[in-house]
């Protein structure tokens, strides 16, 4: 199973990052976690340039393709989702009978140094996602105080995050398995 | 005794559904106001009713041809939010009981969507058989019923800015069907 993962904030010392790095360690042996990094590359979604949106665009699109499940860590910028993930999100959906995310397994967790922990952020982003097609699990991770929600070995120091998370990922992973069956694979 | 009696019997034999003259369509109000309609494109029905009289009609429709007139709507309906056509690829209906009085029809039966079973009611009208080109015989059968969608994993709405949901939970469901005789029709 490849789980593409996607952090919505940018920067190196992200702490959504580092939520994703904390998701990797709790994956099974059958499953790999592989963080996106082309988000800021993608140009702002233009519908003149469908027909030859670049590189940056072929490439996530690409990568959507060759996941079995996505992973979105998103921090939440004025009680809402990064414009540069919501950009991106915009992109995979079209054409919207084609679109990279269509029946996509997709789960949604967040964090923030905030008390809320992006909880809107992933509500809005869960609904974008499912509106483009995603088939998202309906479940929340809000990992707040995220400067001091993470142990020195890179996991999550709260136990009950870190169950959370295991459930989010054994769900996506079930859907992700249910799909890869020979029955839908054929009949898709 | 009455004057005239109501015609309470089905016609006898295996009825196969005339897909091109056939349809199935639904309609749900939406933003409060207005009525929504969409259709499915491929359905099939068979109406099975014995020398006994003993009747059943089962249907199927292919979720994934669902019609409307947006086709980013057209996604978003085959979509997980809605139908999720990949996973459940039919809507299927299949009676328990069909009952007859003059051109008025009551069904009880099953419907499913999305792997959800409940009990429906069905009301409509049927035409009894008529010779018509070829030698085809047939007749006619409308049938509607109207379900909560939300009970069938059909659970996506959005609220308005001013109150109320984008879309109602309660749907109307609508079959037109032509069936001809299946020795004629084979």
């Known amino acids: ?188 | 005794m009455p004057a005239t009696a109501t015609q309470t019997q089905l016609p006898v034999g295996t009825w196969k559904l005339d897909p091109t003259h056939s349809s199935a369509s639904f309609a749900v109000k939406h933003m409060v106001v207005a009525t929504f309609r969409g259709r499915f494109e491929n359905l099939d029905a068979t109406l099975t009713v014995g020398d006994d009289g003993a009747a059943q009609l089962v249907g199927t429709v292919d979720a994934g041809s669902i019609a409307v007139k947006d086709e980013n709507l057209q996604a978003h309906l085959s979509a997980p939010d809605f139908f999720d056509t990949e996973r459940y690829p039919q809507l299927r209906f299949s009676s328990s009981s069909i009952r007859r009085d003059g051109e008025e029809l009551v069904l009880d039966g099953e419907l499913t969507i999305k792997d959800h079973t409940h009990a429906v009611e069905a009301r409509g009208t049927i035409t009894d058989p008529h010779e018509t080109l070829g030698g085809a015989v047939k007749i006619g059968v409308t049938l509607e019923t109207v379900i909560d969608r939300t009970r069938f994993g059909l659970e996506w709405n959005a609220p308005l800015p001013k109150g109320g949901f984008a879309l109602a939970d309660d749907v109307s469901l609508t079959v037109e069907l032509e069936l001809a005789r299946a020795d004629a029709a084979e």
Do not use: C
């Open chain 1, 1 to 188: 199973m490849r789980v593409l993962a996607i952090a919505g904030s940018l920067r190196a010392g992200s702490h959504n990052g580092r939520l994703l790095r904390a998701a990797a360690a709790l994956l099974p042996p059958d499953a790999e976690l592989v963080q996106f990094d082309g988000l800021k590359a993608i140009p702002p979604f233009d519908e003149d340039d469908e027909g030859a949106p670049g590189g940056a665009v072929d490439r996530w699109r690409a990568e959507l393709e060759q996941a079995d499940a996505l992973l979105f860590a998103t921090p939440e910028y004025n009680h809402s989702l990064p414009g540069t993930l919501k950009n991106a999100i915009d992109w995979a959906s079209r054409p919207s009978t084609a679109a990279a995310l269509r029946n996509k397994p997709a789960a949604v967790i967040g964090a923030s140094t905030g008390m809320f922990g992006a909880v809107w952020a992933q509500a809005e982003l869960r609904r974008s996602l499912a509106a483009a097609g995603a088939r998202v699990i309906d479940r929340e991770l809000p990992v707040p105080n995220a400067d001091e929600a993470f142990a020195a070995d890179g996991s999550l120091a709260e136990h009950e995050h870190a169950l959370a998370l295991g459930d989010i990922l054994a769900e996506l992973l079930a859907e992700a398995r249910i799909r890869s069956a020979p029955t839908l694979a054929t009949a898709a």
